[in-house]
């Protein structure tokens, strides 16, 4: 079986892989990070997005073996010392999550929309780009709320 | 999902000796569909061959032709600014395909070597009357889909690139699938260098048609009023829980006349 090796959350890692694990499989249960969640697994809901050489991917759609030498950020590393990321202390105190399932992937994908646009963000940009995220407590207003709030802190 | 033998050539001849090599052998780009297509059990190939490692990435606009290498992705066409100018119906095109995370891997030879009857890319590849390089030939834009998920590529035949001539104006309007964001009906208008008009339509039929009426009204005068009378048959038409073939014919107008009235 093909050996994988990539960067997550900063720490070189690898292990043994099949042609068809997919890099959330690698992810949660290779290396036991559980916060990227699988959802829908057919790449529309977004609750498995993380962040591959710094672009929001969906990890249910995408092969770890190809990402051999990748540098992968999930929602695991994005606090830094104890403190929460600035986007996951806004979904925090905006109440942008209801369950917490679909939060991760909004987070990662919030981050990545914020790297794209900048932290100016008005309400229609937001949800035009969470297009590829599903909340299925229709929790969209704080989610919302919560992305604009995180970014002007970014 | 069934488990299949990975390679990631650098080369594409490398990856044609791979293909010819394998038992049932696939190339992937993006993955975006063949992925999908395998959990479902749609594919079950005995070896994928990714294309990424080939590096054919990058959008280069270059007198009156745009030519866009085939490991480009969507997000990449999208936010390109030489695009924006050069064929702004085009960039639009890229940036409204699925999501920004499908958009960070999807590519543009992924998406028309997989011929999707509601992908985006085949109506800008016919309406704007590009053609398609790969590592053996030149097939023009109007030859190479030949049906749904069918197009002129061999079995082992690889896209490089996709060169697009630059249209006086242009655009793209599509009616999204509110879900998958795939086009129920797309509509791609061109009014080409030589004064020609092309009006090309996906996600309508089996593969991407052309709509002669249309393009002769508005090679007469480029308005929207011009094709108001001017309907397709829905008989040939895909019908589903989505969208009957008289409601995808309909859409085919509305949207073709919003194309004009956008195009630039």
């Known amino acids: 079986m093909p050996i994988v090796s990539m960067k997550v959350n900063g720490k070189e890692v690898s292990g043994e892989v099949e042609g068809r694990t997919l890099l959330v499989e690698f992810i949660r249960e290779g290396l036991g990070l559980t916060g990227t969640h699988v959802g829908c697994d057919t790449s529309q809901c977004g609750a498995c997005v993380v962040h591959v050489d710094g672009k929001a991917i969906k990890s249910c759609t995408a092969l770890a073996v190809a990402c051999e030498g990748a540098e992968v950020t999930t929602i695991e590393g994005l606090a830094k010392n104890g403190t929460l990321h600035p986007m996951q202390e806004a979904f925090r105190e905006n109440h942008g999550l209801q369950c917490g399932f679909c939060t991760p992937g909004m987070i990662m994908a919030a981050i990545d929309l914020v790297n794209r646009k900048g932290k100016k963000l008005d309400e229609a940009t937001v949800r035009h780009e969470l297009e590829g995220n599903i909340c299925r407590c229709t929790g969209y207003h704080n989610i919302v709320k919560a992305i604009q709030d995180g970014a002007s802190r970014m | ?264």
């Open chain 2, 1 to 264: 999902m069934e488990n299949f033998t990975y390679h990631r050539p650098h080369h594409a001849t490398d990856a044609v000796k791979l293909m010819k090599a394998a038992k049932d052998g696939k190339f992937m780009s993006g993955g975006m569909t063949l992925l999908p297509a395998i959990k479902h059990g749609l594919a079950s190939p005995s070896d994928i061959i990714d294309l990424g490692g080939l590096k054919h990435a990058g959008v280069a606009v270059s007198g009156s032709v745009v030519t866009i290498k085939a490991g480009t992705t969507h997000a990449a066409v999208a936010d390109d600014a030489g695009l924006k100018k050069a064929i702004p119906g085009l960039s639009k095109l890229a940036g409204g395909i699925g999501d920004p995370h499908v958009r960070n891997c999807g590519t543009i030879g992924g998406s028309i070597a997989n011929a999707d009857p509601a992908a985006d890319y085949p109506a800008a590849v016919v309406g704007l009357a590009a053609t398609v390089h790969t590592d053996q030939r030149k097939i023009a834009g109007d030859k190479f889909f030949t049906g749904m998920f069918e197009t002129a590529l061999k079995p082992d035949e690889i896209i490089t690139a996709v060169e697009f001539p630059m249209p006086k104006r242009s655009a793209y309007v599509k009616f999204p699938n509110p879900a998958s964001l795939y086009a129920m009906v797309g509509v791609f208008v061109a009014e080409l260098a030589d004064g020609s008009v092309r009006v090309a339509v996906t996600g309508a039929g089996p593969s991407v048609f052309r709509v002669p009426d249309m393009e002769k009204a508005l090679e007469k005068g480029f308005s929207p009023d011009s094709i108001s009378g001017v309907t397709v048959k829905a008989d040939d038409l895909n019908s589903d829980i989505h969208a009957s073939s008289a409601y995808r014919a309909h859409l085919v107008n509305v949207l073709a006349r919003r194309a004009v009235e956008q195009a630039k």
